[in-house]
């Protein structure tokens, strides 16, 4: 394997934390931006959504681009466009071009998130995926605490302009290390598979309609809105099920489908993204309107989440060697689980012990599933399949966070008066469910750690370092 695994490591990291990085601080001057532009709430709301469908609908594309062409080439481009959209958008001039740049910034967090995965795939043995996977997660984990802090400070001295330039110093580094890395070290030559556009099309418009309604379900008054997207998203899907069984090369490789520890782990992670994002959609709320917070003591609160995040993800690997994914798996459910439950039963008088707990196992099983669950789906992927499967995975954890929050908006909105204190609610009982839901999945990832496939030295077998007995 000639591709040096330094550079890589540093691209998947440092993209993967930009984009997480980015999510963050555009929340906080979205307000800021609202005011500046003069847009409508709307106008605002498209900044977020259109950049969530344009990535979600071209993941898994993007992904087959890199197994064609190249992680690193399709890495370096999307970074790179990352770098010149948000250089765009902090010189747009109106609300207007900010939503088309957000759109275009989309597309390239598209072609950057899924070869994050790709790249690591290609450069590092499946055994020895766990690592790289696990230091990636913390610097997301780490990107996303900060984000909210460095946004905030951000905006305050500078302006709202100065959070989209945070992002492009980093992106433009690691595209030009990505295009010289890729120079340096050749792709091997492997089969390139058949783009099938038509079948990226339809996956494109069913994944797009999924998110945008999900989206719609969670704004007020956008049920039915929602509902018809959906609709739209659940015909286009069946009809992209139709064609790629008779297509000749399929966008979705059916070796990927027919793989119960991919579809199990991928099912994992759409199961605990969704409860996680929907909680903290939920806390969030409850800390601030009914608590009385402001955003920081709002952020203080569920701090401990991020923490266990960053230090619990190095922890994932020895973990997976020594217990196997399935145990590792089915533990960090089971903590995700009981986070939630937790959550689910505070009042209006719950103290700063009581969410910090909650939030802090929610960290800790989420990580643990989030490290666990993309290790085996990466892992199980052959090669020339890799940037599919982290284009596969990267959608579970883009539609899961928009399915949370559309469920629990839906049941907020049936207790008005109460729905914001947890213990009133039914919207954190439901993502009980929905967290619970991760533990089948967990059970049907493989089992057994590395320690239990090592053979133990038979009776004719010298021991390591002795040499055999041999009679004159």
């Not at 958008?89 to 740049?101: D, E, H, K, Q, R």
């Not at 989309?106 to 590092?124: I, K, Y």
């Not at 055994?127 to 984000?147: D, K, Q, S």
């Not at 986070?339 to 009042?347: A, N």
Request: with cysteine; hydrophobic share 50%.
């Amino acid at each position: 394997m000639t591709t040096r695994r330094g550079p890589v490591l540093a691209c998947s990291v440092v993209g993967a934390a930009v984009v997480a990085l980015d999510g963050t601080v555009l929340t906080v001057a979205q307000p800021a931006l609202q005011r500046d532009l003069h847009a409508g709430l709307d106008q605002i709301q498209w900044t977020s959504t259109g950049y969530l469908i344009a990535v979600a609908s071209l993941l898994v594309f993007a992904g087959r681009l890199g197994d064609r062409y190249g992680h690193h080439r399709v890495f370096a481009l999307g970074a790179l466009g990352f770098a010149a959209t948000s250089t765009g958008i902090a010189l747009a001039p109106g609300i207007g071009a900010v939503i088309v740049l957000r759109v275009l910034q989309g597309v390239c967090g598209a072609l950057l998130q899924p070869a994050t995965l790709g790249m690591l795939r290609t450069a590092f043995p499946p055994e020895r995926l766990g690592t790289p996977i696990a230091v990636r997660t913390a610097a997301i984990g780490l990107a996303a605490a900060a984000g909210p802090l460095v946004g905030g400070a951000l905006v305050s001295a500078y302006g709202w302009r100065s959070v989209f330039l945070l992002g492009v110093p980093p992106t433009l580094a690691i595209g030009l290390l990505a295009l010289a890395t890729g120079k340096r070290n050749p792709r091997p030559q492997v089969e390139r598979h058949a783009l099938d556009p038509l079948g990226a099309l339809l996956l494109a418009v069913a994944l797009g309609l999924l998110v945008h309604g999900l989206v719609e379900a969670a704004r007020p008054g956008g049920a039915t809105t929602g509902a018809l997207a959906c609709a739209g998203a659940v015909a286009a899907a069946v009809t992209l099920a139709r064609h790629e069984r008779r297509a000749t090369r399929p966008l979705l490789p059916p070796e990927l489908l027919r793989s119960t520890p991919v579809v199990a782990g991928l099912a994992v992670l759409l199961a605990a993204s969704a409860a996680l994002f929907g909680s903290l959609f939920v806390t969030t709320y409850f800390l601030q309107d009914v608590q009385g917070l402001d955003p920081l003591g709002c952020a203080l609160r569920v701090l401990p989440l991020a923490v266990l995040m960053v230090l619990g993800a190095p922890l994932c690997p020895p973990l997976q060697r020594r217990f196997g994914p399935r145990r590792t798996a089915t533990a960090g459910a089971a903590l995700l689980t009981l986070g939630v439950l937790l959550l689910s039963r505070l009042d209006a008088t719950a103290g700063a012990a009581s969410v910090g707990t909650a939030a802090a196992l929610l960290g800790s099983g989420f990580v643990t599933l989030l490290v666990t669950a993309t290790s085996v789906v990466v892992h199980r992927a052959p090669e020339a399949h890799a940037g599919v499967a982290g284009g596969l995975q990267q959608t579970a954890m883009n539609v899961g966070p928009a399915l949370g929050v559309a469920v629990a908006t839906l049941l907020l909105a049936r207790v008005p008066l109460g729905g914001f204190v947890p213990a009133a609610g039914a919207a954190l009982p439901a993502l009980v469910v929905i967290a619970a839901l991760a533990v089948p999945a967990a059970l049907a990832l493989p089992g057994g750690g590395a320690d239990r496939r090592r053979t133990r030295p038979g009776p004719t077998s010298p021991r390591p370092g002795r040499r055999p007995c041999v009679r004159s």
